[in-house]
């Protein structure tokens, strides 16, 4: 086999060679949806992402006769580190042929990389982190992507573990589709807490406050509600103004609510149409073509992405899930241009939402997982 180097990217070529490697791998994967290439660079920026202001990276290119087989970052999040307490590396934006030595070689020079910063072991795939969009897909394979959840190639679990990488956790994402009905429990209990006058359900609208006033009162439920769990680390201000930027673009308000208990808000739904379609017809690249075919094919964005779906903890057992539930499916089946709700990802062991989900009528619909990997001692 012919000379493989794993090398850092270093010039503005690196870089492209880093966010091209994708259209490559997945020539033959029709269901991979592209990200857009702007995107993704800004996301890699330091400069520009405001993640990088408590965070280190490291992008490395995995090359055979200078053909680029292989990638992976390294990164270092001090936010999450020192939240948790730990010393965790991460790896992430992970792509490879199937090609064991490149693999190995990308997974080593990530551990060596976090190990020299003194972290102890090695989790991914983040990109970067867990407020973004993370794990490796190992069950689903058939069914396109969805906003926001990854895509990748059914061997990279084998090369995943070949590398000594072992399942830290299983995150799963549920489906329903048009044919819902709510169960008649569910129902009992939304209707009667919606005549108890205390609780309301109310939708800030574009008139009323902007993208960023919303995504900040739901940071702060989601905080609360998220707090401790597993991989939870809080945003920050920055962040925050970056998901409103995005979504901004193209949220739909009425997928976006708040559930409040007298005037205090205690839950929030975040759902976004599923645009995958149209990013998949963009396959990168927006300018003013992509802006065009944005305009012809609009209509084909027909479901949407459940990104978060929270009630504060000391309400959770007044049956406020059941409500705001509920009401996130009515809300998305009331409008006949979305036939499914793909709510995920979940923890495999959150289980009280995975069985309100599936109670609910939701179908176990993907699983992914979360590796990780005890970095050797170097000292």
Excluded at 20 to 46: G, Q
Excluded at 134 to 158: K, Q, S
Excluded at 240 to 248: D, G, K, M, T
Excluded at 249 to 260: G, M, R, S, T
């Amino acid at each position: 086999m012919s000379k493989l180097e794993i090398v850092p990217v270093q010039s503005p070529a690196d870089l492209r060679a880093f966010i091209d490697l994708p259209w490559k791998i997945y020539r033959e994967h029709p269901n991979w949806v592209p990200p857009l290439k702007k995107v993704v660079r800004r996301m890699l920026d330091p400069l520009e992402h405001p993640y990088w202001k408590f965070s280190e990276r490291i992008l490395l290119l995995a090359r055979r006769n200078s053909e680029t087989v292989g990638r992976i970052a390294g990164i270092v999040d001090n936010n999450y580190n020192r939240y948790q307490k730990t010393g965790m590396g991460i790896w992430g934006f992970f792509e490879c042929e199937n090609d064991l030595d490149a693999a190995q070689g990308l997974f080593s020079s990530v551990e060596d990389w976090v190990s020299g910063k003194g972290m102890t072991y090695l989790c991914g795939p983040f990109n970067p982190s867990t407020n973004y969009e993370i794990g490796m897909l190992t069950e689903g394979f058939e069914h396109r992507a969805t906003f926001m959840m990854p895509y990748n190639p059914p061997y990279y679990v084998e090369l995943a573990e070949k590398c000594g990488l072992r399942k830290e956790k299983d995150l799963f994402s549920y489906i329903v589709d048009r044919n819902w009905q709510s169960p008649e429990w569910m129902e009992r209990i939304a209707e009667r807490l919606k005549k108890d006058g205390r609780f309301t359900i109310r939708t800030h609208s574009r008139k009323t406050s902007n993208v960023e006033e919303v995504v900040a009162l739901i940071r702060k439920i989601y905080d609360e509600c998220w707090s401790d769990n597993w991989g939870f680390v809080p945003t920050t201000d920055g962040e925050v103004s970056e998901l409103a930027w995005n979504l901004e673009k193209f949220a739909d308000e009425d997928l976006i609510f708040f559930v409040y208990f007298n005037e205090e808000p205690i839950g929030a739904a975040l759902m976004v149409p599923d645009i995958n379609p149209i990013l998949k017809r963009l396959n990168g690249k927006l300018g003013l073509i992509g802006m065009l075919k944005y305009l012809i094919y609009k209509k084909e964005v027909n479901g949407v992405r459940g990104l978060l779906l929270g009630i504060k903890k000391k309400f959770q057992e007044m049956g406020v899930p059941f409500l705001l539930l509920y009401h996130a499916l009515g809300v998305a089946y009331g409008k006949d241009q979305y036939k499914y709700l793909e709510l995920g990802w979940n923890l495999e062991d959150n289980h009280a939402i995975n069985q309100l989900e599936e109670e609910g009528g939701a179908k176990l619909f993907k699983k992914y997982r979360i590796f990780r990997k005890t970095c050797q001692d170097r000292w």
